[in-house]
């Protein structure tokens, strides 16, 4: 079968992207929700 | 709960284990599809009794089970979560195994499965962003501007895997990875715009001047989305005419037309929970902005008396 490597590749390389993206979303939800704990300790 | 409100859960953080745990997860399912897809290829019956395909067969089912499950730790998922990412599943699936190989290109064009559902979830994405631009101008709410960035950077992403699946396309069939023609051209000055956009963001940092510029810049941007639509519409280049809404050559096999609709919701469905996901983000950038804001003003007070 031809091609079969780049098939692969296609679609591991729209999981990978989809998932990245989504984990970075992630990442800089836990920042900005660490920023807000931090902000109402202040404000208390 | 709120997700605008600053009382956000504290506890929705993700693990760097779980992260792992999330790769190795679609690692597995990747890997699990495409040794089953060699082996019907092979000559292997799907429903076979050799080591391979019972090995893929059980990792595919354990990637649809566990992956909504580890998701469902790393924010609070849904019903329509979990439907979407069983349809990611039976997507890659049905893109593999169900959809018949096309003649002339063989095994290859089954990157047509996600290339095209790409570009269509990037495309509902930017007039999503569109919209939510000139509505924001019109009523200077926000939550508007918020949508308007959280679906162009969605739509980015959409655009990116077209981008990328693409040339992988092209090399067997073309021979060649890029060429400068109206559709690959349009689209890559489309995706560079956006990015543009973005960065433009981080330029400005008062909220109501950054919500303003990036609403009129994105109204720009979207300028390109209908040329890159009508491209191979308009010019014969190396890009091949559509296949779909294409004339009166165009269509696809029955069989073909479920697959794609199948990825295409799949897709499409994903792209609304990434876009909802980075929307409850900005909305809790806008209340930490506020926060900062009291904190300034307290501290200035305080310092009055």
């Given at each position: 079968m031809k091609n079969l490597d780049?098939?692969?590749?296609?679609?591991?390389a729209v999981w990978a992207i989809f998932f990245v993206y989504y984990l970075t979303v992630s990442r800089r939800m836990s920042r900005i929700q660490d920023e807000v704990k931090r902000l109402k300790d202040t404000l208390k | 709960m709120n997700d605008m409100d600053p009382q956000t859960d504290h506890s929705n953080r993700t693990p760097l284990w779980l992260t792992l745990l999330q790769f190795v997860a679609l690692a597995a399912l990747a890997f699990a599809m495409w040794q089953a897809w060699r082996q019907v290829n092979a000559?292997?019956?799907?429903?076979?009794?050799?080591?391979?395909?019972?090995?893929?067969?059980?990792?595919?089912?354990?990637?649809?089970?566990?992956?909504?499950?580890?998701?469902?730790?790393?924010?609070?998922?849904?019903?329509?979560?979990?439907?979407?990412?069983?349809?990611?599943?039976?997507?890659?699936?049905?893109?593999?195994?169900?959809?018949?190989?096309?003649?002339?290109?063989?095994?290859?064009?089954?990157?047509?499965?996600?290339?095209?559902?790409?570009?269509?979830?990037?495309?509902v994405a930017l007039i999503?962003?569109?919209?939510?631009?000139?509505?924001?101008?019109?009523?200077?709410?926000?939550?508007?501007?918020?949508?308007?960035?959280?679906?162009?950077?969605?739509?980015?992403?959409?655009?990116?895997?077209?981008?990328?699946?693409?040339?992988?396309?092209?090399?067997?069939?073309?021979?060649?990875?890029?060429?400068?023609d109206a559709k690959l051209?349009?689209?890559?000055?489309?995706?560079?715009?956006?990015?543009?956009?973005?960065?433009?963001?981080?330029?400005?940092?008062?909220?109501?001047?950054?919500?303003?510029?990036?609403?009129?810049?994105?109204?720009?941007?979207?300028?390109?989305?209908?040329?890159?639509?009508?491209?191979n519409r308009l010019w014969r280049t190396q890009h091949p005419a559509p296949v779909i809404a294409g004339g009166p050559n165009s269509g696809l096999d029955p069989l073909m037309w479920y697959v794609f609709l199948t990825c295409l919701c799949a897709l499409l469905g994903l792209m609304i929970i990434l876009v909802r996901q980075r929307y409850r983000l900005e909305a809790t950038r806008h209340a930490v902005e506020e926060m900062n804001l009291e904190a300034q003003l307290r501290e200035a007070r305080s310092g009055a008396r």
């Open positions: 780049s098939l692969f590749a296609a679609y591991m | 000559g292997a019956r799907p429903a076979g009794n050799g080591s391979w395909m019972a090995l893929s067969q059980l990792a595919m089912l354990l990637g649809a089970v566990i992956l909504p499950m580890l998701l469902s730790r790393t924010y609070r998922a849904g019903g329509s979560d979990y439907l979407v990412l069983f349809m990611m599943a039976a997507a890659g699936i049905a893109a593999l195994y169900i959809a018949p190989t096309e003649r002339t290109m063989g095994v290859i064009q089954r990157i047509f499965y996600m290339h095209l559902p790409s570009a269509a979830s990037g495309f999503t962003s569109f919209i939510a631009s000139i509505v924001y101008l019109r009523r200077r709410q926000p939550k508007w501007d918020w949508l308007a960035v959280s679906s162009a950077e969605v739509g980015i992403v959409c655009f990116t895997c077209m981008l990328v699946t693409g040339p992988i396309w092209a090399h067997p069939v073309w021979g060649i990875w890029w060429t400068w051209t349009s689209t890559f000055i489309l995706w560079v715009l956006y990015i543009a956009y973005l960065l433009l963001r981080t330029l400005i940092a008062e909220p109501e001047r950054r919500a303003v510029v990036s609403a009129v810049f994105g109204i720009f941007a979207f300028l390109d989305v209908p040329l890159v639509y009508l491209s």
